[in-house]
């Protein structure tokens, strides 16, 4: 029988705070063997990097063990002194950190950086280290790993970053690799391929790794032995695909129901096609109603409320000679239409143009050609100000960062009231009535309108967002991946709201997103976009079952456990 | 899986519901009052000793700005010849200078001229910088360019070294200024070197905020550009210039006492430290009674150092990030 490699037993952790201990790790156990694939998966807040950090004892701030043992191969390290414990970091315990723009330091060389920590574990120096360097560098699956050594980090992609941490981190052939959410800033495609080689490359070198990740789906795809962890503690640990299954405890159950790569397709597409019905015959009463009030802007109510025609965005950007600028095209050549009453989703990775698509059709941004029509007016020739702002009044966004997307300073009664007020609608009174109702429809208590946005959490906050971008009866709502920043629970809740809505108000959705996974929830028309250009467009049911695109097939592969069939 | 059997330590365990009990997602939580930023800024300055130490000094040098009147009765152009240099005695505690003037009558009114210029020019500094500065971020292109420019030629400029220059050509021009004639020279001359530090902190703090996702949605809501600089921009812009303009406060202070010193700042009809330290000149190369330096100086410190601590505590409060651990 093999011996475990790490043994955390009855692990506590706890923050500091004036002369209080805050506990973080509440009695968290683990086991992880050699050569295992451990994950813990968890939200935000749920004390998972907390454990991981205190095995190789880089608790942030005042964090500190205060209870428990962390037996490492035979040895119990939980109070070593501070050389000991610098002799196992790196050398016995590798860690492949969470961010990878800001693990590398800028001013160094990779290669260097790499070499330094051979040098500092006594692996290579010297020359031999620049050898083991290069090899290090192939191995994490750097094309051209000589001349990429000696390169600054800023001449590297997202991807080549994080190749390069894992590099660094399996430099010195540790036992167990700690991977703290080692990819979940990086684009979907690139996660896949990054995942994909740590696996293999572990496999082949027999290193544990112990993964930290917030998304359900890719630890039940990668990892053997799953352990869940909510608010400190540890409520449910077991085989990976058994708890995906079967899962026992109440929060695993609700996780496991939230992750949109794992819901059943049947269930949403059906939910969907009730949504939409709903939605396309309330928006088609309300959008003749609106035509016909509205004597600035007017306008038809057409099939589709919202139709781009070839729009192009050309950015100038400085570069060459002093004064001179070079052409960057970030959107090429996009059309669509969003029929009344229906979510359309754009879905690209990063850069690829989406949300200057969005921008566009929010008319925030000019287009370098082509037109935007709504409710079958061009809206690029809305020039008198009057008529700008009857259409501001039909088009409302909601931005991705629920920590930025509204004013610091503004109760959230003022940030609800501010397009009321801009747009001179009704008297004191009736805006608090409208302001209570807006907060009810958005599932937030009343008493929320005094308290300011740091007092709310970020499914809060965008629930706000929401409300504000809902106080002018817009027939449009435009959401810049307004699910993407926040946990699989809270954005299950969001995702389920915004439908609501949609059945209720007969709004129509322009959905950006980098995620195909919740697309499903939410869109009846797909765009996918890469590098400024529409690759693929159609339904859903179109996309998901019967890709027509490489590209679109490459991105659906990339879904975190989209491959895993659950039993429903 | 091959291996469908857990190895120890790896059974399936499920934590009992009852100790960890589920929370409904995105409840609010709605016990305490609500709390604004300046409202939680004031609740982190409330508890640091460092701002009441600071608080309880500026009431006091307060006080004394506006009832001299209250701590002495001797009148500080009241010169008694007879009594010059003489030391610290009772019902003159700080002693008489060479001029027979009392000493502690001469540190308590001379507050006034101090610390009016250093709010004077704060406020002046602060004005301007922060409207130059906002402007400068949130419009940028040329407005930028040309704003930012203009600041630059005057940074490059020492305070001192330019107060000394403007300050002497002032004199050829308006040389019988009087009280409120000489305070407020001083404070145009600071403010005209001391502003561009002001206009980078705003612009600086404009450029972050302008940026926000905020910004967007309320210019998708209908807002005009110059509505969007004075209701979000602005104010989420106020806490580096509120923290930079309360560090300052002491550095204008000290730059008055220096030019007056110098013999170029307040007249020397003007009683104030500056003044004082510069006519207990002669003292300090004789080395005796040094009791005529010591009182003023001593005060000019408490008092720099009281603005500076209050500034360290608001940014403390204002400015966690700023905060050494």
């Known amino acids: 029988m093999t011996e475990p490699l790490l043994q955390i037993t009855d692990l506590q952790v706890a923050f500091r705070a004036g002369k209080t201990d805050i506990p973080a790790v509440r009695g968290a156990s683990l086991t992880v063997y050699p050569g295992q694939t451990v994950a813990i998966v968890g939200e935000s807040g749920s004390g998972k990097s907390t454990t991981a950090h205190a095995i190789i004892d880089l608790l942030p701030g005042t964090g500190h063990v205060t209870g428990g043992s962390i037996v490492f191969d035979g040895r119990d390290i939980t109070h070593l002194k501070r050389r000991e414990r610098e ?287 709504f409710d079958g007016i061009d809206i690029t020739s809305l020039r008198d100000k009057k008529q700008q702002l009857a259409f501001r009044r039909r088009v409302q966004p909601v931005f991705q960062n629920p920590y930025a997307s509204l004013d610091p300073m503004y109760s959230i009664y003022r940030s609800i009231e501010e397009p009321l007020r801009t747009h001179k609608i009704g008297s004191d009174k009736e805006r608090e009535a409208k302001i209570r109702d807006l907060l009810d429809k958005v599932s937030l208590p009343s008493a929320v309108m005094r308290r300011f946005p740091s007092e709310l959490s970020g499914g809060q906050r965008q629930r706000v967002a929401i409300a504000r971008a809902l106080a002018l009866d817009p027939e449009v709502v435009i959401l810049d991946e307004a699910v993407s920043a926040l946990d699989v629970l809270v954005q299950a809740q969001i995702l389920t709201l915004l439908n609501d809505l949609q059945a209720e108000l007969g709004l129509s959705y322009l959905f950006i997103t980098h995620d195909l996974a919740v697309v499903r929830q939410i869109a009846d028309d797909v765009l996918v976009m890469q590098n400024g250009k529409v690759v693929e467009q159609a339904t859903v049911t179109e996309v998901f079952d019967r890709p027509r695109e490489e590209y679109t097939r490459k991105l659906l592969d990339a879904i975190p456990g989209g491959s895993i069939e659950l039993a429903s | 899986m091959p291996d469908m059997t857990p190895l120890p ?19 609010v939580d709605t016990s305490a009052p609500p709390e604004g930023q300046w409202k939680e800024a004031w609740k982190q300055l409330r508890s640091n000793w460092i701002f009441w130490v600071s608080a309880v000094l500026l009431v006091f040098i307060f006080i004394v700005v506006l009832f001299p009147g209250l701590f002495t009765d001797i009148n500080p152009r009241q010169a008694q010849l007879s009594r010059s240099l003489e030391g610290p005695s009772a019902g003159h505690w700080f002693g008489f200078d060479r001029q027979g003037y009392d000493v502690f009558s001469r540190v308590i009114y001379g507050a006034r001229a101090s610390v009016t210029v250093g709010i004077l020019t704060m406020l002046f500094v602060t004005f301007v910088g922060l409207l130059t500065g906002a402007i400068a971020g949130f419009y940028g292109k040329w407005t930028d360019t040309i704003i930012s420019r203009i600041a630059d030629v005057f940074f490059a400029i020492p305070l001192i070294l330019g107060a000394i220059v403007l300050l002497s050509s002032l004199n050829n021009v308006w040389s019988n200024r009087g009280y409120w004639g000489g305070v407020l020279a001083v404070v145009l001359v600071l403010a005209v070197f001391g502003w561009p530090q002001m206009t980078r902190i705003a612009r600086g703090a404009v450029l972050e905020i302008k940026s926000l996702e905020f910004i967007d949605a309320a210019r998708a809501i209908g807002a005009t550009r110059r509505s969007n600089l004075w209701r979000h921009v602005i104010p989420n812009s106020l806490a580096p210039v509120i923290v930079t303009a309360t560090v300052s406060l002491g550095v204008y202070i000290v730059a008055e006492a220096t030019l007056s010193f110098l013999g170029i700042g307040l007249p020397p009809s ?53 905060k050494k651990s």
């Open chain 2, 9 to 27: 330590g790896q059974t399936i365990y499920v934590a009992p519901a009852a100790d960890t009990p589920l929370e409904e997602t995105g409840t």
């Open chain 1, 87 to 373: 002799a196992i970091r790196g050398s016995q315990i590798g860690l492949v950190p969470q961010d990878p723009m800001s693990n590398l330091n800028p001013l160094v060389r990779v290669g260097s950086q790499i070499k330094e920590s051979l040098e500092a574990n006594g692996i290579a120096k010297g020359k031999a280290a620049d050898k083991r360097v290069v090899e290090l560098l192939e191995e994490a699956g750097l094309p051209d790993a000589a001349s990429r050594a000696r390169q600054f980090p800023h001449e590297y992609s997202g991807g080549m970053r994080q190749r390069a941490l894992i590099a660094m981190g399996l430099a010195a052939r540790p036992k167990l690799l700690i991977a703290d959410e080692p990819t979940s800033a990086l684009d979907v495609t690139v996660q896949k391929q990054i995942l994909d080689h740590l696996e293999t490359l572990t496999a082949d070198l027999g290193v544990a790794v112990l993964l930290i990740t917030h998304d359900l789906g890719l630890a039940a795809e990668r990892a053997d032995h799953l352990v869940v962890m909510y608010k400190g503690q540890v409520v449910e640990s077991g085989p990976a695909l058994q708890i995906l299954k079967n899962p026992q405890h109440p929060y695993s159950k609700r996780l496991i129901s939230s992750a949109p790569s794992l819901a059943s397709q049947r269930l949403t597409s059906q939910l969907r096609a009730e949504v939409r019905e709903s939605s396309v015959k309330t928006a088609g009463e309300i959008a003749a109603e609106v035509v016909a009030e509205d004597e600035l802007l007017g306008g038809e109510v057409t099939t589709a409320v919202v139709e781009a025609k070839n729009l192009t965005k050309v950015f100038k950007l400085p570069g060459g000679a002093p004064g001179r600028s070079i052409d960057f095209t970030a959107v090429d050549d996009v059309s669509f239409r969003l029929r009344r009453g229906t979510t359309t989703a754009i879905v690209g990775e990063s850069g690829s143009g989406k949300s200057t698509v969005a921008r566009m059709v929010l008319d925030l941004l000019e287009p370098t050609s082509g037109s935007v029509e």
């Open chain 2, 270 to 322: 003007v009683v104030s430290w500056g003044n004082d330290i510069a006519a207990a000149q002669s003292q300090v190369r004789s080395g005796s009674n040094l009791h005529v330096l010591f009182f003023p100086a001593g005060a000019l410190a408490i008092t720099v150092l009281s603005f500076m601590l209050l500034g360290d505590a608001v940014r403390d409060a204002l400015d966690p990030k700023a």
